[in-house]
């Protein structure tokens, strides 16, 4: 078991910049991959970004490719989504979850991360 903890969301204009961030403890960190997710009032939970366990290997959802990066920081059990050029439709609930690491699901699917943190809200004022 893990436990995730988001933090780092609040109110922003467009134009401007977030960093997220989802301390881990309980499992070994370093040994998984992390993702982040997000879910807007009325839509689907959906994939925003995903880290290997060691950093090196990062993907990225289309609508945020240039904008956001997503970092670790394995010393420190965190997970970082740095969020630039804010867009009002980026307004949602961000969630930080560790990957299963289940072959059955490719790694953009909801079902391959089994554990979540309670969510930080992003709101992005036109």
């Known amino acids: 078991q893990v436990q995730l903890v988001e933090s780092g969301g609040g109110l922003v204009q467009a134009g401007g910049s977030l960093r997220l961030s989802c301390a881990a403890s309980g499992r070994t960190f370093s040994t998984y991959a992390m993702g982040w997710f997000r879910q807007a009032p009325g839509l689907e939970r959906e994939f925003v970004a995903r880290i290997s366990s060691s950093g090196v290997i990062r993907y990225y959802a289309d609508f945020v490719k240039g904008r956001f990066t997503i970092s670790r920081d394995n010393a420190k059990n965190t997970v970082y989504l740095q969020m630039n050029s804010l867009k009002p439709e980026d307004t949602a609930v961000y969630y930080c979850?560790?990957?299963?690491?289940?072959?059955?699901?490719?790694?953009?699917?909801?079902?391959?991360?089994?554990?979540w943190g309670q969510g930080t809200q992003v709101t992005v004022s036109s």
């Open positions: 979850a560790a990957d299963s690491g289940s072959e059955r699901f490719e790694i953009r699917a909801r079902a391959r991360y089994d554990q």
